[in-house]
């Protein structure tokens, strides 16, 4: 008991930051959701603010408080091209551009993310690339794969999956000391993976019509022992499983 409360009894400053924003657009929507029951909104505004554009530019914005600055200026771009189209009467239909404009904005947020993750670890982790297992490098795209990852020193990686998925074992892993990360993409597609039931995962994923679910059972966690799942879903996901 002692162990977890010395690990939350603290919140970093960025989720303290993303609950303020959150907090924030929730009182912001009940105040227009009074002033429109007071009949101080039209019709026509309270259509933009209620709606799905609406919801991508919170997403955006709950994306830039948590420094996911590619995915967040891509969704509050996306959500505000789509509310001018409501707001205004365009002399074209914005919906013949949709698909188009989303597959380049997800395009754009792989390139952004990688080129901002890559500048990181130049930065901060001279030494990340490794050829011994101790870090996954996967990508399923248009396709499967199934793997079973055995390291005494597991420290994360990067797994891809567009329009494919992929089976990833960690049972036999250990963790490496400190923090181990794994940087998770899936638009269209999605990744299982097996951990041990003492791992402490920590799930910080962007979900945009998906998400990232933990089905694991009786798990009996061991804080010393934490990776951190960060990326994007995107019409995808993930699951975590344990055996």
């Given amino acids: ?4 409360n010395e690990n939350n009894k603290m919140m970093k400053p960025q989720h303290r930051f993303k609950t303020m924003v959150v907090g924030v657009l929730v009182v912001a929507f009940g105040l227009l959701f009074m002033m429109h029951n007071m009949d101080l909104i039209d019709r ?6 209620f709606s799905w554009p609406m919801l991508l530019v919170a997403l955006g914005v709950i994306n830039l408080a948590e420094h996911k600055y590619s995915w967040g200026l891509i969704l509050l771009s996306i959500g505000g ?3 001018i189209d409501r707001y205004y009467d365009l002399p074209y ?5 949709f698909w ?5 904005a997800i395009g754009l947020g792989l390139i952004f993310t990688n080129s901002f993750r890559s500048f990181r670890i130049r930065r901060h982790k ?21 793997r079973t990852i055995h390291s005494l020193n597991f420290r994360g990686g990067e797994i891809i999956s567009i329009f494919g998925g992929s089976k990833i074992d960690l049972t036999q892993c250990q963790l490496s000391p400190g923090r181990n990360e794994i940087e998770m993409t899936a638009i269209f597609g999605g990744s299982t993976l097996i951990v041990p039931n003492d791992w402490n995962i920590k799930v910080e994923m962007f979900n945009a019509f998906g998400g990232f679910a933990d089905k694991r059972k009786n798990v009996m966690v061991d804080y010393n022992k934490t990776l ?4 994007a879903a995107i019409f995808g996901g993930g699951e975590l499983k344990s055996y």
Avoid: C, H, K
């Fill in 93 to 97: 239909n914005i919906f013949t551009f």
């Fill in 228 to 231: 951190v799942i960060r990326g």
């Fill in 126 to 146: 001279p030494d990340y690339v490794s050829s011994d297992g101790d870090l996954i490098d996967e990508s399923a795209i248009f396709g499967g794969s199934e």
């Fill in 100 to 104: 188009p404009v989303l597959i380049i």
């Fill in 44 to 49: 026509q505004t309270w259509r933009m603010i």
């Fill in 81 to 83: 091209v789509f509310l």
């Fill in 1 to 4: 008991m002692d162990t977890y």
